[in-house]
């Protein structure tokens, strides 16, 4: 029932995890897709080779501003026009308050949120000017409840979820809707080094409801289904898709 043909996708982070999911989706569904990977080369032309000329790699450092602007308008020469964003690169990592430093915290912030106001003001001209677009940020339950040693993060990703529903009321005019899908943890190579812990790991699956930790995929599934027409009504929501581990309304 999702048919993305004709539709262009830009989607970060898309080398592994989440965004790897995101890439390969959004091809099944018939749209192009860009995405950006920062050093897993190899594994970006295995995407690459999975849909040969539907889907194109690009090294992005998501610190850089000229490389992301640089990014959009490759894209947008190759396949013509852009009409969805999925921002999902981002980093996370632990830090009580007293050792996490002023550096630290502002590379995160470069990192997590400036990446995302750059690359959502660098596809809205382009969504614009052809009176369709979908937004859609990878952001966390962490930014609305917070999170105890992770208050850099948990701050990151709150901001995108108050930058999602700005969004949402400044670009509805223009036929662009700005949603964000919030997971709580997911068995991605981002945690690994958590999830290496077996004892934690089961200690995480029974604290969420459903009784698993989700997949790639089950993030990604939804993010398509705010990309679709399905969603076409949606705008400005944070999704949560944590398996009932966090009830936020």
């Not at 001209?125 to 948990?154: D, V």
Request: hydrophobic share 40%; charged share 20%; proline share 3%.
């Amino acid at each position: 029932m999702i048919d993305l043909t004709n539709k262009v996708t830009i989607v970060t982070g898309g080398s592994r995890g989440i965004g790897s999911a995101c890439v390969k989706l959004f091809a099944q569904a018939g749209s192009k897709v860009a995405f950006t990977y920062k050093s897993k080369k190899q594994e970006s032309e295995e995407l690459e080779n999975l849909f040969p000329g539907f889907v194109k790699s690009y090294q992005v450092d998501m610190e850089s501003e000229k490389e992301i602007v640089e990014m959009v308008e490759a894209a947008e020469k190759e396949f013509g026009k852009v009409d969805i964003l999925v921002h999902n690169a981002g980093i996370w990592n632990d830090g009580t308050l007293e050792t996490t430093t002023l550096a630290h915290w502002q590379q995160l912030m470069r990192v997590n949120l400036d990446s995302t106001f750059l690359f959502a003001r660098a596809c809205a001209p382009i969504m614009k000017k052809n009176k369709f677009g979908r937004m859609i940020f990878i952001s966390s339950t962490a930014g609305q409840r917070g999170e105890s040693f992770h208050s850099h993060y948990a701050a990151s990703k709150g901001g995108v979820i108050s930058f999602t529903k700005s969004l949402a009321v400044e670009l509805a005019p223009y036929n662009i809707t700005t949603n964000s899908v919030a997971p709580g943890w997911v068995d991605t190579d981002m945690n690994n080094e958590v999830f290496a812990d077996a004892e934690f790991k089961e200690i995480a699956r029974k604290g969420i409801p459903v009784g698993r930790i989700p997949t790639p995929e089950d993030i990604a599934g939804p993010a398509l289904f705010l990309a679709s027409d399905l969603a076409r009504h949606i705008n400005g929501e944070i999704l949560n898709v944590n398996g009932g581990s966090v009830l936020c309304g």
